[in-house]
């Protein structure tokens, strides 16, 4: 059972680490508290809570984001989804909720124990049926897929939120998979706001590290005519990419 101050620092963004892309954080905290955190399930609440206590909990998708991901997929009536990158789960729960009774999402990591500290919450929410967590590396998974042609033009919605260099490599594979008209969410894609750093800025190891991965994949994408883009500054940045050829 969670205690009070517990409780307030998980909904408390900057505690969690979370990288609000707005001018004023209050701003951020304002629409966590007016708009995300009241209508939030209680399923995600708890799984946040929870991820807030684990060391690594910088890496969680941000409640804003998970709303905007679960509104998304039931705009595009989603069915058959794939996540790159599950962490606790919080992206993923956000997508099992929004997915129908036979909705799948075909979810990988390379970490299974994170995704299990989270596990027991979705199964709760009774949303667990929904998910086939593979454990590994992405990219031979999707190399075996894309050999078989009827994964082709298969997935209605795929999130990435794993390796940022990998992304181009993903997105090589991912754009075979996804339906056209589906849509491909890419996540980070402002990365810390690090996009626009001056090249002498004293950025962190990790985050000057991916920088230059992050700036060519928003090159490419921009420039990929079998896609339509659009990039929202909701969490760390998406780019969502509509397949369109
Ligand atoms: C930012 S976290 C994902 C956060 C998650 N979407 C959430 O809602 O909390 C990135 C995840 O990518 C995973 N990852 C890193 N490299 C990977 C790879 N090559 N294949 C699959 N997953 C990978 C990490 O283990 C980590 O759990």
Redesign the pocket.
Known sequence: MATNVEQQQSSRHQEVGHKSLLQSDALYQYILETSVYPREPEAMKELRELTAKHPWNI???SADEGQFLNMLLKLINAKNTME?????????LATALALPEDGKILA????RE?YELGLPVIQKAGVAHKIEFKEG???PVLDLMVEDAKNHGAYDFIFV???KD?YLNYHKRLIELVKVGGLIGYDNTLWNGSVVAPPDAPLRKYVRYYRDFVLELNKALAADPRIEICMLPVGDGITLCRRVS
Do not use: H, K
């Open positions: 890496m969680t998708t790159i990158g599950v962490y606790t789960g919080y992206s993923l990988m990591d390379i970490n994170n590396p992405a990219l939120d794993a390796d990998n």
